[in-house]
């Protein structure tokens, strides 16, 4: 059964910078496009950005820049690292599979405040 625990969360001021972790099991993180999603307050869950299988990148336009996705096979994780925090990038962060989604993790909690 495939596992997904997304961590590296937590509070920064707009400017800040984090990284998310993604650690995957019961699969390779490189088998098939993974990506993060955000699920901000009041609003449905959105694609962020993703990383293809060749390690292609895609972003959705308000993050690209700002967030860079990229992943460590050897350790099976995915990571988000997020530069230039904005208050608008609050939100719960999971991690998955983009289609055919997995069971969705617990997520991992960014605030930024202004």
Do not use: H
Not at 82 to 92: A, H, R
């Amino acid at each position: 059964q495939v596992q997904l625990v997304e961590s590296g969360g937590g509070l920064v001021q707009a400017g800040g910078s984090l990284r998310l972790s993604c650690q995957v099991s019961g699969t390779m993180v490189s088998a098939d496009a993974m990506g993060w999603f955000r699920k901000a307050p009041g609003k449905q869950r959105e694609w962020i950005g993703n990383i293809g299988r060749d390690g292609a990148t895609y972003y959705v336009g308000s993050v690209k820049g700002r967030f860079t996705v990229s992943r460590d096979n050897a350790r099976n994780t995915m990571y988000l690292q997020m530069n230039s925090l904005k208050p608008e990038d609050t939100g719960v962060y999971y991690c998955n599979r983009l289609i055919n989604k997995y069971d969705w993790g617990q997520g991992t909690q960014v605030t930024v405040s202004s």
